[in-house]
């Protein structure tokens, strides 16, 4: 029998429908951050550059805070492992954030 109680339809909505479109729109930009990341090099300049030294971005006078190469592959690092979790199944589920809510969002995907 189809589930028709308002309360869950509102739910699912705007807030299952809502989270799986950000979930997918996160998953292409970790995607694409990553292969950008890997394509440039970025890793190698970084260590060559001297991996502890502050990035000179403007953040010394607009108030955000320094980064250093070393913040810069933390991120990458991080952005990675973010990734692999999205395609691992979830223990009880059996299956994976990423395909979970690739079948549940409507505004998500690149068009």
């Given at each position: 029998?189809?589930?028709?109680?308002?309360?869950?339809?509102?739910?699912?909505n705007l807030r299952a429908r809502?989270?799986?479109?950000l979930i997918t729109r996160l998953d292409y930009a970790l995607t694409a951050y990553k292969a950008e990341?890997?394509?440039?090099?970025l890793g190698a300049k970084i260590i060559a550059a001297g991996i502890g030294e502050t990035i000179v971005d403007g953040s010394a006078t607009?108030?955000?805070?320094?980064?250093?190469?070393t913040t810069?592959?933390?991120?990458?690092a991080t952005i990675n492992q973010?990734?692999?979790n999205f395609d691992t199944a979830v223990a009880g589920v059996g299956s994976s954030v990423s395909a979970v809510s690739s079948g549940?969002?409507?505004n998500g995907s690149p068009r």
């Open positions: 029998m189809p589930i028709t109680d308002p309360q869950i339809v509102t739910w699912a809502t989270i799986c479109d990341y890997t394509a440039a090099g607009d108030g955000r805070t320094p980064m250093t190469g810069l592959v933390n991120l990458s973010l990734r692999t549940i969002q409507v």
